[in-house]
């Protein structure tokens, strides 16, 4: 059999700078914590790219390097950060108004995060209605806006002497907002901008800023943003990762647990009921319904993939699927997810399963904008571009080609990271197909 090759990886030599949009809860405990693990204060738990092993080869040959030994991924040492906030709070403020870590993890590191202070933002409320700040751009049109991010971008690059950049959406979900004629190409997108067209968000100046600046561009929220042809196609014309929407964390990435085990065993679903107590500023923006329009679609999409209702209509074609958000201040983001599913089994009969995660959710976050930046820096390096679904295990609305659907199985997805890393690095692919370890040729 001929050997697999590698690809081509540049080496991860230098700083990178991670750019992060909205300096709120995600951002900052995901700062801190870098930091706390640099100072061996803390360990990196969540993070794949940081704890996680990769078996290479047959089962017996015991090969399971740790999969940040086994590529040449940046280094946590190598991380310089930066972020746009519409309030001015530095990162050591903020990381304090939004109640995630303990003293014990941001006392030790208090200098060091009052020194990330946020450029002012591209922001108009009009697209996030319980939000408003001061630290604001100001331009006649959208592409002043856009052009001021660039220059950003730029800025950063130079000063902080960062080799390579990547940049995260990690700001609040705006309202909800469908692809039209303004995305399709990018004469009609930059005359939209020139026009202060409504259908041009924040979210996607950003975009646009990074891809005109070779930057790579995750979206860990799910606007639209990066999921429209004309930028679509500007990554893929500037060789350049994109991927999105929306981090997938707590309630969904149960969801796409347990959902594909029900597949799995040919069992039935009459309905799923989802509700959800939170009481951080993500809470009280979501509390606004057109931006809860975005997140229920979002939310909304897994179950309908993974089940297949078309090919199992007496399995799944009658499901009652609910999703709540519910802002309760003193939750804070320690949010409380409740699941109620009725399922049914042989003959019909009806069963529950009641699913109550009382989870943290910038905890749960903070480790996939970790590896997110590292994944898509070395997507870069390895000359991969447009579109990284082989990083959808990341994302709860994952961006796919068009006519694909979305892959929403968190093992699929699991699996297909890491055969992409096997591929990228000229190892072969893990099949689990296993006849060879009983049949002896
Ligand atoms: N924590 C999770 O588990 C999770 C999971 C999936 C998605 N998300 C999404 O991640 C995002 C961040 O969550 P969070 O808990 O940190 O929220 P947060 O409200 O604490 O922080 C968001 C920050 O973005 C800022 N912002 C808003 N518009 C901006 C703009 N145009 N430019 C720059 N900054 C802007 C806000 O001022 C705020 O400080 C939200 O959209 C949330 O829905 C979070």
């Given at each position: 059999?001929?050997?697999?090759?590698?690809?081509?990886?540049?080496?991860?030599?230098?700083?990178?700078?991670?750019?992060?949009?909205?300096?709120?809860?995600?951002?900052t405990?995901?700062?801190?914590?870098?930091?706390n693990?640099?100072?061996?204060?803390?360990?990196?738990?969540g993070?794949?790219?940081?704890?996680?092993?990769?078996?290479?080869?047959?089962?017996?040959?015991?090969?399971?390097?740790?999969?940040?030994?086994?590529?040449?991924?940046?280094?946590?040492?190598?991380?310089v950060?930066t972020?746009?906030?519409?309030?001015?709070?530095?990162?050591?403020?903020?990381?304090?108004?939004?109640?995630?870590?303990?003293?014990?993890?941001?006392?030790?590191?208090?200098?060091?995060?009052?020194?990330?202070r946020?450029?002012?933002?591209?922001?108009?409320?009009?697209?996030?209605?319980?939000?408003?700040?001061?630290?604001?751009?100001?331009?006649?049109?959208k592409?002043?806006?856009?052009?001021?991010?660039?220059?950003?971008?730029?800025?950063?690059?130079?000063?902080?002497?960062?080799?390579?950049?990547?940049?995260?959406?990690?700001?609040?979900?705006?309202?909800?907002?469908?692809?039209?004629?303004?995305?399709?190409?990018?004469?009609?997108?930059?005359?939209?901008?020139?026009?202060?067209?409504?259908?041009?968000?924040?979210?996607?100046?950003?975009?646009?800023?990074?891809?005109?600046?070779?930057?790579?561009?995750?979206?860990?929220?799910?606007?639209?943003?990066?999921?429209?042809?004309?930028?679509v196609?500007?990554?893929?014309?500037?060789?350049?990762?994109?991927?999105g929407?929306?981090?997938?964390?707590?309630?969904?990435?149960?969801?796409?647990?347990?959902?594909?085990?029900f597949?799995?065993?040919?069992?039935?679903?009459?309905?799923?009921?989802?509700?959800?107590?939170?009481?951080?500023?993500?809470?009280?923006?979501?509390?606004?319904?057109?931006?809860?329009?975005?997140?229920?679609?979002?939310?909304?999409?897994?179950?309908?993939?993974?089940?297949?209702?078309?090919?199992?209509?007496?399995?799944?074609?009658?499901?009652?699927?609910?999703?709540?958000?519910?802002?309760?201040?003193?939750?804070?983001d320690?949010?409380?997810?409740?699941?109620?599913?009725?399922?049914?089994?042989?003959?019909?009969?009806?069963?529950?399963?009641?699913?109550?995660?009382?989870?943290?959710?910038?905890?749960?976050?903070?480790?996939?904008?970790?590896?997110?930046?590292?994944?898509?820096?070395?997507?870069?390096?390895?000359?991969?571009?447009?579109?990284?679904?082989?990083l959808?295990?990341?994302?709860?609305?994952?961006?796919?080609?068009?006519?694909?659907?979305?892959?929403?199985?968190?093992?699929?997805?699991?699996?297909?990271?890491?055969?992409?890393?096997r591929?990228l690095?000229?190892?072969?692919?893990?099949?689990?197909l296993?006849i060879?370890?009983?049949?002896?040729?």
């Open positions: 059999m001929p050997q697999p090759v590698g690809r081509d990886i540049a080496p991860a030599k230098g700083k990178l700078g991670v750019m992060l949009v909205g300096l709120g809860a995600v951002s405990t995901f700062i801190a914590g870098v930091e693990v640099r100072c061996g204060a803390a360990l990196p738990i993070s794949l790219t940081q704890m996680g092993t990769i078996r290479l080869g047959k089962r017996t040959e015991k090969r399971a390097p740790k999969i940040r030994d086994f590529l040449p991924l940046a280094r946590l040492t190598d991380l950060f972020a746009w906030d519409p309030i001015p709070d530095d990162a050591y403020t903020a990381a304090k108004k939004a109640g995630v870590l303990e003293p014990q993890h941001l006392e030790p590191v208090a200098a060091f995060l009052n020194g990330i946020p450029i002012p933002a591209a922001f108009d409320r009009n697209y996030v209605k319980r939000l408003s700040g001061t630290n604001v751009k100001s331009g006649k049109t592409r002043d806006l856009a052009e001021q991010l660039r220059a950003d971008i730029r800025t950063f690059k130079k000063t902080s002497g960062a080799d390579r950049l990547v940049m995260i959406w990690a700001a609040s979900t705006e309202v909800f907002l469908t692809a039209g004629p303004a995305h399709q190409t990018m004469e009609a997108f930059e005359r939209a901008m020139e026009q202060n067209d409504p259908a041009i968000a924040p979210s996607m100046l950003y975009a646009y800023a990074a891809l005109m600046e070779n930057v790579p561009f995750a979206n860990g929220a799910p606007n639209l943003t990066v999921d429209i042809p004309v930028l196609r500007l990554a893929e014309e500037r060789r350049l990762p994109i991927g929407k929306d981090f997938k964390t707590g309630q969904t990435m149960m969801k796409t647990v347990l959902a594909p085990a597949k799995a065993r040919m069992l039935g679903l009459a309905g799923w009921y989802s509700t959800n107590i939170l009481g951080n500023r993500d809470g009280e923006v979501l509390d606004d319904p057109e931006s809860f329009k975005t997140k229920e679609e979002s939310k909304l999409g897994v179950l309908e993939y993974i089940l297949q209702p078309d090919q199992y209509p007496e399995l799944y074609g009658n499901v009652f699927h609910k999703v709540r958000i519910n802002y309760y201040p003193p939750r804070g320690n949010k409380e997810g409740w699941d109620n599913i009725d399922i049914f089994g042989w003959l019909g009969y009806p069963m529950q399963i009641k699913v109550d995660f009382l989870c943290r959710d910038s905890i749960l976050a903070a480790p996939l904008v970790l590896d997110l930046a590292l994944f898509f820096d070395l997507a870069q390096r390895a000359r991969l571009s447009g579109i990284q679904e082989w959808s295990f990341y994302f709860k609305s994952p961006q796919t080609a068009p006519g694909l659907y979305p892959e929403h199985d968190l093992f699929i997805q699991q699996i297909k990271l890491k055969n992409t890393l591929w690095m000229g190892e072969d692919q893990i099949t689990h296993g060879d370890y009983y049949e002896k040729a």
